[in-house]
């Protein structure tokens, strides 16, 4: 059957800018998919998705116009339910046909074939392929359904429908066009209450005609770039931007360059239909800002792109892009000059004012700003956050003075002018105010970097102080929340636990900390007094939660379950699990590893049982009382192999320790096929408890080797 390609095109008004992006990608590939499924389009068949602001469509190549037959086998009934003694057809038999729109005649053309143990009836028909109109027409249905709308609209149908002025539909945004063209056919498809068509329309201002014909569907996006002077492709549109802003930084000066914001440039993409990028300037005066100011404002208030220097300083100069190209782009370049200028002046009243006043006269006003209903105020919580730093600090022997005041005006930005205008610089306009308040450099990092890791792939905290900050703060919040019982669940992390829980384990394990997590936990329990109900239950929660995110993010690095779970049973120091990670998966690939494994966790499973009789941790082996071969030799292999293996452990060479221990593969096969543990002689069996328990502590100071049993 001979295909052609299809263009499917929903002309809208403007689209939401931060969802079009998703919204054309979901419309595009809803629709291939529902032509696949129904045998329309090839297996092969390319789907190229196109959204600009006003527009979603999707080009999709080898798409039939009717697909093909296709055979179905209906079982109905074992033989002996539906034929009589006679081979007549019995009731039931004649019920199920009617139900498939079929009558007795068709009983001799049944087929009978084995189904199980039992010989049963089928019926086989042919279904003749779907229509391109029907299956066009329900994968456009199903496809509009399924799009990621992030807020439903409800508006009026004026015409084409029957109770104009009353009839509602709701979408996105109000549709004013369809184009659905096979080949250079139309294909009569509705949606929307609209009926498919070949008109679209262009540039609201720069369109050479309107409305366009798009002649058939290949012609699609040469024709709108054409006659419509639109660029209907979002990545081409996105490319073109970029490359723009690169020559346009080129001509503004040496070694300049637009700031880097893939977000902000998607956003850019989605709202312009072609795109103008201009150059243009505000007063220098204003960079005696802090440059995290002026740039957030130009970003988040007006989709600029601010211009940088070499080593990262913001100048005076900023990239626009417009949606349209006058010859002369003066207006368009003051217009914007005009609109950012009060902008930037508001950052610089709020920076000059908020210096008035110094970080610690602002304590204070923390305690009337509510934290969580639960939990008290900003101006309790840092109390708490003050008394685990300490807590942290000692652990850790970093400067308890700077920590402490750290913690202590931590928050203390989050009273200011700028930070209540702007909340995505708290922590970084903090850093600015204590320097000007003239505070210890290590202070005024750790002010800043107590809110990192901000998010995945963020970096740590520059500084001891900073660290400890951080851990006290993000630990406060895991503790206090575990403790009243907001928990995270599948779907819903208000308060990022998540987050909060990985930061954690980043700092402990990358900056290499000695610090004993549970001990920790407790004594941040205790900072909250009486407003944690059950903090022993809450803090075990919570010390399961983190260690849960350990083992997640080890396999997101790549590391199996198994290696991940056997690492974090060892609890090593922090610092030493990418070491022991890397020993375990060269342990694993030796052929002694899986018998060791397994008889690990044997020896594992027979020390539990033994309950009461397990020997004492530092139980002796008496030589004189080994009396079996395989015994004998066992003792004397751990005596010979296990204090090399310590030896390399203790000097953090954990590959070589656990490969050391692998030569014992041998004597323990053969200790565990000759030998029998649980021995009537009780002064026996306690001693080859004891030897299997100095066995089973040396096996496992790297790794829980049971765990990569299979």
């Known amino acids: ?134 299956g066009l027409q329900k994968a456009l249905h199903d496809a509009i359904a399924r799009l990621p709308i992030p807020k439903v609209m409800q508006y009026q149908l004026f015409e084409g429908c029957a109770l104009p002025g009353w009839s509602s539909v709701q979408f996105v945004r109000p549709a004013h066009g369809l184009v659905a063209l096979h080949g250079a056919e139309v294909v009569k498809v509705e949606a929307l209450g609209l009926t498919a068509g070949r008109a679209t329309h262009g540039h609201r201002f720069e369109a050479r ?127 914007n000059e005009r609109v950012v200028r009060p902008r930037l002046a508001d950052a610089k009243f709020f920076f000059d004012q908020d210096r008035r006043k110094t970080l610690e006269s602002r304590v204070p006003q923390l305690d009337k700003v509510v934290y969580h209903n639960k939990l008290g105020t900003q101006g309790e919580r840092v109390q708490r956050v003050r008394a685990i730093a300490k807590a942290i600090a ?152 983190i260690y849960e995110r350990v083992a997640g993010n080890l396999r997101e690095g790549g590391y199996s379950a198994q290696e991940a779970d056997a690492v974090i049973t060892a609890r090593l120091p922090w610092g030493d699990m990418p070491k022991a990670l890397h020993a375990v998966r060269a342990f694993a690939q030796l052929p002694e590893a899986p018998a060791l494994a397994a008889a690990n966790k044997r020896i594992g499973n027979i020390l539990k049982k033994a309950g009461d009789e397990a020997p004492a941790t530092d139980a002796a082996v008496n030589p004189a009382l080994l009396q079996e071969p395989a015994e004998q030799a066992l003792y004397a292999a751990v005596q010979d192999v296990v204090p090399q293996a310590n030896t390399q452990f203790d000097a953090g060479d954990y590959t070589a320790s656990l490969q050391t221990l692998a030569q014992l593969r041998a004597p323990v096969d053969a200790f565990f096929d000759s030998v029998m543990v649980n021995a009537d002689d009780a002064a026996l069996k306690a001693n080859r408890l004891a030897l299997l328990s100095q066995l089973h502590q040396a096996m496992n100071r790297v790794a829980d080797l049971s765990r990569l049993a299979a």
Do not use: W
């Not at 409305?211 to 040469?222: E, H, L, S, T, V």
């Open 1 to 134: 059957m001979s295909t052609q390609n299809l263009l499917v095109e929903l002309f809208v008004e403007e689209l939401p800018p931060k969802a079009l992006k998703k919204l054309g990608e979901a419309f595009a590939q809803g629709l291939a998919e529902g032509l696949k499924a129904q045998g329309l389009a090839a297996p092969g068949s390319q789907v190229t998705p196109y959204a600009s602001p006003r527009r979603l469509a999707a080009h999709l190549t080898q798409v039939a116009s009717q697909a093909a037959d296709k055979a179905v086998r209906h079982k109905l009934m074992p033989v002996s339910v539906g034929l009589d003694a006679q081979g007549q057809p019995t009731p039931a038999l004649l019920k199920k046909l009617q139900a498939l729109g079929v009558d007795a005649a068709a009983v001799p053309r049944l087929t009978r074939a084995m189904d199980g143990k039992a010989e049963a009836l089928f019926h086989d028909s042919v279904v003749p392929g779907a229509t391109l109109a029907a």
């Open 394 to 545: 000692t652990q850790l022997g970093v400067d308890a003075a700077q920590v402490d005041q750290a913690a202590l005006l931590a928050k203390t930005d989050l009273v200011t002018d700028m930070v209540g205008e702007f909340p995505e610089l708290q922590g970084t306009m903090g850093r600015y105010y204590a320097l000007n308040d003239g505070l210890p450099e290590p202070v005024a990092d750790a002010i800043e970097d107590h809110y990192k890791p901000r998010f995945a792939g963020d970096e740590l905290p520059r500084g001891d102080v900073g660290v400890v900050a951080a851990l006290a703060d993000k630990l406060e919040t895991l503790v206090g929340m575990f403790g009243i019982g907001n928990l995270p669940t599948g779907d819903r992390d208000p308060f990022a636990l998540r987050r909060h829980a990985l930061g954690v384990i980043r700092m402990l394990i990358e900056k290499a900390l000695p610090l004993d997590l549970p001990a920790i936990v407790a004594q941040a329990a205790q900072a909250f007094g009486p407003l944690l109900p059950d903090a022993a239950q809450s803090n075990a929660q919570l010390l399961a939660f």
């Open 209 to 335: 005609q309107d409305p366009i014909q798009i002649a058939d569907a290949d012609a699609y996006a040469g024709t709108l770039r054409e006659q419509g002077a639109v660029i209907a492709s979002f990545a081409e549109r996105r490319a073109a931007i970029e490359s723009q802003l690169k020559m346009a930084a080129a001509r503004s000066g040496t070694g300049l360059k637009a700031i880097k914001d893939e977000a902000l440039l998607d956003e850019v993409t989605a709202l312009v239909e072609r795109p103008n990028v201009l150059v243009c300037a505000f007063e220098r005066e204003f960079l005696d800002v802090p440059q995290e100011c002026l740039i957030l404002t130009m970003k988040a208030n007006q989709k600029y792109f601010p211009l940088l220097d070499g080593q990262g300083k913001l100048t005076h100069q900023f990239l626009v892009v417009s949606n349209i190209s006058p010859d002369d782009p003066g207006a368009i370049v003051t217009g």
